[in-house]
T-cell receptor
């Protein structure tokens, strides 16, 4: 399997611009997560989906952030307008919970999208 | 609610020495516990996981961790450090919800 695929790996943009980060989860996984990593705050959960439906978006910082999962093989995280404080590495992860009794919660991570907002 | 606390943001050991990275957890339900490793400019990779089957869990690259309910701890150890072990290590807990809550991370340095 190719693993979780994220794009772009690096993005540099100017304040006020729209940013779209993309994620392709592992085929067959039914959960998808977006995390943000910064030096100050560590790894923070932004939002997660189950079977393409958002379950918990309480970690989304503010209305400038939005996430969608139009199908089982694709998700986007959008920031509009972007601000310098959004600079971080954004990780997508996926997992499989389909088998009762084998629910171990292991997440498989992509390599991340490093966002710099000037 | 669930949380993890990693004691020590930086740990330095000599090559060949014991590695001990500390993690304490808090969870309102029986937890699943994990250790992940992150190498520079990469994503997180699972080292090992505790799922209540056995309290001593063995992972990849010679790492192991012991779940101690009485101490609410899940410390990571390796008998002999290798230069390639230099990385950042994260402890994580999964409770009632599917998402993992991560600790703040411990950066391991291995001195030659």
């Amino acid at each position: 399997d190719a693993g979780v695929i994220q794009s772009p790996r690096h993005e540099v943009t100017e304040m006020g611009q729209e940013v779209t980060l993309r994620c392709k989860p592992i085929s067959g996984h039914d959960y998808l997560f977006w995390y943000r990593q910064t030096m100050m705050r560590g790894l923070e959960l932004l939002i997660y989906f189950n079977n393409n439906v958002p379950i918990d978006d309480s970690g989304m910082p503010e209305d400038r952030f939005s996430a969608k999962m139009p199908n089982a093989s694709f998700s986007t995280l959008k920031i509009q307008p972007s601000e310098p404080r959004d600079s971080a590495v954004y990780f997508c992860a996926s997992s499989l919970y389909a088998v009762v009794g084998q629910d171990t919660g292991e997440l498989f991570f992509g390599e991340g999208s490093r966002l710099t907002v000037l | 609610a669930q949380s993890v606390t990693q004691l020590g943001s930086h740990v330095s050991v000599s090559e060949g020495a014991l590695v001990l990275l500390r993690c304490n957890y808090s969870s309102s339900v029986p937890p699943y516990l994990f250790w992940y490793v992150q190498y520079p400019n990469q994503g997180l990779q699972l080292l090992l996981k505790y799922t209540s089957a056995a309290t001593l869990v063995k992972g990849i690259n010679g790492f192991e961790a012991e779940f101690k309910k009485s101490e609410t701890s899940f410390h990571l150890t390796k008998p002999s450090a290798h230069m390639s072990d230099a990385a950042e290590y994260f402890c994580a807990v999964s409770g009632a919800r599917r998402a993992l809550t991560f600790g703040s991370g411990t950066r391991l340095q291995v001195q030659p």
